[in-house]
């Protein structure tokens, strides 16, 4: 499909061929920002991340971005060898050796650092973690709503990979991705186990209905911090707002649908499985959830 769009689509900066990317307290070239082939996230995807977004000199939610980022890291065992304050300032530094100041998108990493042989298991990796932070200048160019595919690949149960883990080992996702666009869609929709419709390879899923805003019960979907605050607004502002399973029949009958994620906030949804969503286009819930979540981001960087 010629006109394929993705949710993490920005517009062409020449200003990211210069940028420095914070690798291990040092601020490096591009060029030069590299780990080892015996690094744990290339060897496994053994590691754990968080994207954040900078609106006018303020990360957007960052308290909420570490706390996911070391409880994270604790589930997994991993120790990120800084606390919360070197996070934040290493974050801080990387803005201000790259001179951004808005729509900038932050790509923090941190993987079990690098193995001594190359097996799975953890005691191998004995450097400490390697911590790195990608900082592109990015902003959201999504010229259209997004159309999706239902997948056969899902988002599992706790004890096979918690979906609601940031992990590197993300196969089964660019998997979704692949048998999506191979559909001629632009992002795949996953099930949970019970067959209900939970979230897509990238973003969390919402419907409209009747008004009232559709999420999945969040038992198999990644805890998405744009999606609680989208639950949040939705209470806050009177709008009916259901965390419940529902099915693709629920979802092909909605009057609305729109993606939530850190890049694109709130992104409109077009149309699922060929079956066109409401008007095709962004609906007055969607649109008035995007004005509410400008508003909240603003209020928190003042």
């Known amino acids: 499909m010629t006109d394929h769009v993705t949710t993490h689509q920005a517009e062409e900066d020449a200003r990211n061929e210069k940028i420095l990317i914070w690798l291990n307290g040092r601020c490096v070239p591009k060029a030069e920002a590299v780990v080892s082939v015996y690094d744990s996230g290339f060897m ?45 300032n290493a974050l801080l530094e ?14 923090l990493m941190v993987t079990r650092g690098t193995k001594v042989r190359p097996f799975q298991h953890p005691s191998l990796s004995r450097s400490g973690p390697t911590v ?23 988002r599992g149960l706790p004890m096979s990979q918690d979906p609601k883990l ?34 897509t390879k990238a973003c969390n899923f919402f ?52 993606l939530t994620g850190t890049f694109g906030a709130q992104t409109p949804v077009g149309e699922v499985d060929g079956r066109v969503i409401g008007s095709g286009q962004m609906g007055p819930v969607t649109e008035r959830l995007r004005g509410l979540y400008k508003d909240l981001v603003a209020r928190e960087a003042a």
């Not at 000199?57 to 994270?72: I, K, Q, S």
């Not at 790195?132 to 595919?149: D, V, Y």
């Not at 993300?170 to 979230?199: H, Q, R, S, Y």
């Not at 019960?217 to 419940?244: H, S, W």
Request: net charge negative.
């Open 132 to 154: 790195t932070i990608i900082m592109e200048h990015s902003k959201p160019s999504i010229p259209r709503p997004i159309r999706l595919a239902t997948v056969p690949h899902i």
């Open 94 to 107: 990387t803005q201000n050796a790259n001179g951004m100041t808005t729509d900038a998108h932050a790509r």
């Open 44 to 88: 496994l995807g053994d590691g754990v991340w968080e994207g954040l977004r900078l609106y006018d000199g303020h990360w957007a939610f960052m308290d909420d971005h570490l706390d996911r980022l070391f409880e994270a890291a604790k589930a997994i065992d991993l120790d990120i060898g800084m606390d919360r304050d070197a996070v934040r």
């Open 207 to 258: 419907i409209v209905r009747k008004g009232a805003v559709w999420t999945s019960t969040g038992d198999y979907c990644m805890n998405g911090i744009t999606r609680q605050k989208v639950i949040d607004l939705c209470y806050a502002n009177d709008i009916p707002v259901f965390e419940r399973n529902y099915s693709l029949v629920d979802t092909y009958g909605a009057d609305e649908a729109f």
């Open 166 to 199: 940031n992990s590197h080992s993300k196969l089964n996702c660019i998997l979704a991705c692949i048998a999506a666009e191979k559909a001629g869609a632009d992002e795949g929709l996953m099930l949970d186990v019970n067959g209900f419709v939970n979230t």
